[in-house]
Nanobody
Framework: VQLQASGGGSVQPGASLRLSCAASGSSVNSYTMGWFRQSPGKDRTFVATVSWNGGSTYYINSVKGRFTISRDTAKNTVYLQMDNLIPADTARYYC????????????????WGQGTQVTVSS
Protein backbone atom coordinates (compact mmCIF):
# COMPACT_ATOMS: atom_id res chain seq x y z
CA VAL A 1 0.00 0.00 0.00
CA GLN A 2 1.30 3.44 -0.94
CA LEU A 3 -0.18 6.74 0.17
CA GLN A 4 0.52 10.12 -1.42
CA ALA A 5 -0.66 13.21 0.44
CA SER A 6 -1.03 16.64 -1.12
CA GLY A 7 -2.83 19.95 -0.72
CA GLY A 8 -1.02 21.65 2.14
CA GLY A 9 0.02 25.28 2.13
CA SER A 10 0.35 28.53 4.03
CA VAL A 11 -2.88 30.40 4.74
CA GLN A 12 -4.29 33.07 7.02
CA PRO A 13 -6.63 32.31 9.92
CA GLY A 14 -10.17 31.68 8.74
CA ALA A 15 -9.10 30.29 5.38
CA SER A 16 -9.75 26.81 3.97
CA LEU A 17 -7.60 24.04 2.56
CA ARG A 18 -8.40 20.61 1.18
CA LEU A 19 -5.91 17.81 1.67
CA SER A 20 -5.94 14.75 -0.57
CA CYS A 21 -4.49 11.31 -0.03
CA ALA A 22 -4.25 9.02 -3.04
CA ALA A 23 -3.95 5.36 -2.13
CA SER A 24 -2.73 2.43 -4.19
CA GLY A 25 -2.24 -1.23 -3.50
CA SER A 26 -4.26 -4.30 -2.75
CA SER A 27 -6.77 -4.30 0.09
CA VAL A 28 -6.64 -0.53 0.61
CA ASN A 29 -10.32 -0.31 -0.29
CA SER A 30 -11.10 -2.42 2.76
CA TYR A 31 -9.07 -0.30 5.18
CA THR A 32 -9.92 2.50 7.53
CA MET A 33 -8.12 5.66 6.44
CA GLY A 34 -7.31 8.68 8.50
CA TRP A 35 -5.45 11.93 8.96
CA PHE A 36 -2.99 12.68 11.73
CA ARG A 37 -0.87 15.75 12.40
CA GLN A 38 2.43 16.47 14.03
CA SER A 39 4.14 19.67 15.12
CA PRO A 40 7.91 19.90 15.71
CA GLY A 41 8.86 18.31 19.02
CA LYS A 42 5.39 16.89 19.60
CA ASP A 43 3.77 13.50 19.16
CA ARG A 44 1.73 12.64 16.11
CA THR A 45 -1.94 13.09 17.01
CA PHE A 46 -5.26 11.90 15.66
CA VAL A 47 -7.38 14.26 13.53
CA ALA A 48 -10.06 12.20 11.75
CA THR A 49 -10.81 8.79 10.29
CA VAL A 50 -13.24 7.38 7.73
CA SER A 51 -14.46 3.83 7.31
CA TRP A 52 -13.66 1.63 4.34
CA ASN A 53 -16.85 2.61 2.49
CA GLY A 54 -16.96 6.23 3.63
CA GLY A 55 -20.09 5.63 5.65
CA SER A 56 -18.70 6.40 9.09
CA THR A 57 -16.36 9.08 10.35
CA TYR A 58 -14.69 10.06 13.61
CA TYR A 59 -13.08 13.38 14.62
CA ILE A 60 -11.01 14.82 17.38
CA ASN A 61 -13.13 17.34 19.30
CA SER A 62 -11.02 20.37 18.35
CA VAL A 63 -11.81 20.00 14.63
CA LYS A 64 -15.47 19.01 14.80
CA GLY A 65 -17.57 21.43 12.78
CA ARG A 66 -14.52 22.78 10.94
CA PHE A 67 -12.99 19.71 9.25
CA THR A 68 -14.71 17.13 7.08
CA ILE A 69 -13.17 13.82 6.07
CA SER A 70 -14.53 12.01 3.04
CA ARG A 71 -13.61 9.16 0.75
CA ASP A 72 -13.98 8.54 -2.96
CA THR A 73 -13.78 4.78 -3.26
CA ALA A 74 -13.72 4.88 -7.07
CA LYS A 75 -10.59 7.05 -7.00
CA ASN A 76 -9.04 5.43 -3.90
CA THR A 77 -8.67 8.90 -2.46
CA VAL A 78 -9.41 10.37 0.95
CA TYR A 79 -9.94 14.08 1.49
CA LEU A 80 -9.75 16.37 4.48
CA GLN A 81 -11.65 19.60 3.95
CA MET A 82 -10.40 22.10 6.52
CA ASP A 83 -12.44 25.26 7.03
CA ASN A 84 -12.02 28.17 9.43
CA LEU A 85 -8.40 27.26 10.03
CA ILE A 86 -6.72 28.56 13.17
CA PRO A 87 -3.02 28.85 14.09
CA ALA A 88 -3.31 25.78 16.34
CA ASP A 89 -3.98 23.72 13.20
CA THR A 90 -0.42 24.38 12.01
CA ALA A 91 1.34 21.02 11.61
CA ARG A 92 2.50 18.47 9.14
CA TYR A 93 -0.50 16.34 8.17
CA TYR A 94 -0.12 12.63 7.45
CA CYS A 95 -2.60 10.21 5.95
CA UNK A 96 -2.68 6.63 7.12
CA UNK A 97 -4.43 3.38 6.27
CA UNK A 98 -4.95 0.04 7.93
CA UNK A 99 -7.38 -2.67 9.04
CA UNK A 100 -8.18 -0.83 12.28
CA UNK A 101 -11.23 0.71 13.97
CA UNK A 102 -12.15 4.36 13.53
CA UNK A 103 -10.82 5.18 16.99
CA UNK A 104 -7.38 3.67 16.38
CA UNK A 105 -4.33 5.63 17.40
CA UNK A 106 -1.29 6.33 15.22
CA UNK A 107 0.63 3.28 16.47
CA UNK A 108 -2.10 0.98 15.16
CA UNK A 109 -2.00 2.18 11.56
CA UNK A 110 0.29 0.17 9.32
CA UNK A 111 0.63 2.40 6.24
CA TRP A 112 1.64 6.08 6.10
CA GLY A 113 2.05 8.79 3.51
CA GLN A 114 4.90 11.28 3.50
CA GLY A 115 2.93 14.18 4.92
CA THR A 116 2.01 17.65 3.75
CA GLN A 117 2.66 20.90 5.64
CA VAL A 118 -0.17 23.18 6.75
CA THR A 119 0.76 26.58 8.17
CA VAL A 120 -1.86 28.99 9.50
CA SER A 121 -0.52 32.43 10.31
CA SER A 122 -1.45 36.06 9.94
Amino acid sequence: VQLQASGGGSVQPGASLRLSCAASGSSVNSYTMGWFRQSPGKDRTFVATVSWNGGSTYYINSVKGRFTISRDTAKNTVYLQMDNLIPADTARYYCAAGPVPLTAGPREFEYWGQGTQVTVSS
